[in-house]
């Protein structure tokens, strides 16, 4: 058992700033175009890409230095941006505050942001920096800037891959055809497996993977070229639509139990293949849909179009499969939360204050595209009592 606790209570416009989970420290996201000292919105930031990237990590570093951590003990690193053509400067700023190559495990992709916004940045870390190793090199699968997999408490980290180009061979893949998603797809799942093998671990070792697609309508293109690869391993998974930016046509970014942990535990199914499972003292539950039914997985027609309905929905099938992890909402030391229109932000805030009844996890929103009908996303990392 381990025990869960807030270390820092002001956030940015959702959540704890940070929450202390075991050996695990997760913060909320941080936007780039908010004042470093107040987090309040300034206008002025408008296309400042490096001062909205010094706000970015700098709030993050500021709230791990209010919980006595530093950013040497950063394990993973996330990042939603308005676009990746200036990646070259976010990553020269990066390496200011993180090393270049940094030692963590990383994904950034373009999403839909909220107003004037460049970048959000939410990372999670390690209490004890001892607990920390880097596994496998970036630059061995074509990562320059960060580590391709990173060892943090139980778990193992991986970085977003992409498969317009093979790193195995340097072989380009095919781009902008009918069939170049399920082939991009297949390289960046063959990769994963070789890098969990570097790791000592196998596809079997996966609790959780998150697929970010250009095409949110193709995501049955990208299970079956998941299954093909890795098989029907129990995971938590989440698939949203966003526009990436740059090349390729989908992203995945995963998390496995180290070696020499316990087995991970089942718990919950629900459609397309979503799982409940646990291991090393978490439990991760894969997509929540606003407009599915939790318990049969069927479209909730009735929910069409109503945003506060949709979240309520979609936190009572979150509960649902907490619950069969010996779980419960104020177990939560992450929360994502995706939505289809990120100006609901401050409604989105008012539902969760009234659903948490005692304090609020790090909350990292996107805005994405999601299947069918709905409008929010959720997903989640709890420790079990």
């Given at each position: 058992m381990i025990s869960k606790r807030v270390l820092v209570q002001e956030g940015p416009a959702?959540?704890?700033?940070?929450?202390?989970?075991?050996?695990?420290?997760?913060?909320?996201?941080?936007?780039?175009?908010?004042?470093?000292?107040?987090?309040?919105?300034?206008?002025?930031?408008?296309?400042?890409?490096?001062?909205?990237?010094?706000?970015?990590?700098?709030?993050?570093?500021?709230?791990?230095?209010?919980?006595?951590?530093?950013?040497?003990?950063?394990?993973?690193?996330?990042?939603?941006?308005?676009?990746?053509?200036?990646?070259?400067?976010?990553?020269?700023?990066?390496?200011?505050?993180?090393?270049?190559?940094?030692?963590?495990?990383?994904?950034?992709?373009?999403?839909?942001?909220a107003g004037l916004n460049m970048l959000t940045t939410a990372v999670v870390a390690v209490r004890d920096a001892n607990r920390k190793k880097v596994l496998v090199t970036g630059p061995e699968y074509g990562m320059g800037n960060i580590s391709s997999a990173v060892l943090g408490g139980p778990f193992v980290f991986l970085s977003g891959l992409r498969g317009t180009v093979d790193p195995r061979s340097g072989r380009a893949v095919a781009e902008e055809t009918q069939e170049s998603l399920s082939a991009q797809a297949r390289v960046c799942y063959e990769v994963m497996c070789e890098i969990l093998k570097k790791c000592g671990a196998t596809s079997e070792s996966l609790l959780r993977i998150d697929c970010f697609l250009r095409e949110i309508g193709r995501a049955d293109e990208d299970r079956a070229a998941r299954r093909a690869i890795v098989g029907d391993t129990a995971v938590a998974a989440t698939t949203v639509g966003l526009p990436l930016g740059a090349r390729g046509e989908i992203e995945v970014t995963a998390l496995a139990l180290a070696p020499g942990q316990k087995v991970k535990k089942v718990y919950a199914s629900g459609g397309n293949g979503v799982?409940?499972?646990?291991?090393?003292?978490?439990?991760?539950?894969?997509?929540?849909?606003?407009?599915?039914?939790?318990?049969?997985?069927?479209?909730?027609?009735?929910?069409?179009?109503?945003?506060?309905?949709?979240?309520?929905?979609?936190?009572?099938?979150?509960?649902?499969?907490?619950?069969?992890?010996?779980?419960?909402?104020?177990?939560?030391?992450?929360?994502?939360?995706?939505?289809?229109?990120?100006?609901?932000?401050?409604?989105?805030?008012?539902?969760?204050?009234?659903?948490?009844?005692?304090?609020?996890?790090?909350?990292?929103?996107?805005?994405?595209?999601?299947?069918?009908?709905?409008?929010?996303?959720?997903?989640?990392?709890?420790?079990?009592?």
């Open positions: 959702i959540g704890a700033g940070v929450v202390e989970a075991g050996p695990l420290l997760f913060t909320s996201g941080y936007d780039g175009i908010r004042d470093l000292k107040t987090q309040k919105i300034e206008p002025g930031l408008a296309g400042a890409a490096e001062a909205q990237c010094e706000n970015s990590y700098g709030a993050v570093a500021a709230v791990l230095g209010k919980a006595n951590a530093e950013m040497n003990a950063v394990v993973r690193l996330d990042h939603f941006t308005s676009s990746q053509d200036w990646l070259p400067r976010r990553q020269t700023v990066r390496g200011k505050f993180f090393g270049r190559p940094a030692p963590l495990a990383s994904t950034g992709v373009a999403a839909k942001m799982l409940a499972v646990s291991a090393g003292g978490f439990a991760f539950v894969g997509e929540c849909l606003g407009a599915l039914d939790g318990d049969n997985g069927k479209a909730a027609i009735a929910l069409a179009g109503d945003f506060e309905a949709q979240v309520q929905n979609a936190l009572n099938t979150l509960a649902k499969r907490l619950d069969t992890c010996n779980c419960d909402l104020q177990s939560i030391a992450r929360l994502d939360v995706y939505l289809t229109d990120i100006y609901r932000m401050n409604q989105l805030k008012e539902i969760l204050r009234s659903r948490f009844s005692k304090e609020l996890p790090a909350v990292v929103v996107g805005g994405a595209e999601l299947p069918g009908l709905s409008q929010v996303c959720l997903n989640a990392i709890a420790v079990q009592a």
